[in-house]
């Protein structure tokens, strides 16, 4: 059984920062292209990032660059989210999804709360 586990939100203050890690389970990261992405309350699901293959090339959305980076740890196999200088507009419960072909599999979300 394929699983993805998100953990690391919390409660920050603006200007804080977070990170957040995607472990998988029944699947090798490897295999396909990693996205990180997040529902503010109130707004549909958008895409935060990603990690692409087979050369692992990183995409961010225009309002996180510079700000958010994607790495990965191969032998852990988990995705991270490092958010520095956070803005209470980056609230919002934030999943990691792996795909690739017919296969698409998303993690449960972890909460980020950004106070003024």
Not at 8 to 37: E, H, M, N
Request: proline share 3%; with cysteine.
């Amino acid at each position: 059984e394929v699983q993805l586990v998100e953990s690391g939100g919390g409660l920050v203050q603006a200007g804080g920062s977070l990170r957040l890690s995607c472990a998988a389970s029944g699947l090798t990261f490897d295999d396909y292209f990693i996205g990180w992405f997040r529902r503010a309350p109130g707004k549909g699901r958008e895409g935060v990032g990603c990690l692409s293959r087979p050369d692992g090339s990183k995409y961010y959305e225009d309002s996180v660059k510079g700000r958010f980076t994607i790495s990965r740890d191969y032998v852990k196999n988990i995705v991270y989210l490092q958010m520095n200088s956070l803005k209470p507009e980056d609230t919002a419960v934030y999943y990691c999804n792996a795909n690739y072909g017919w296969h698409n599999f998303w993690g449960q979300g972890t909460l980020v709360t950004v106070s003024e």
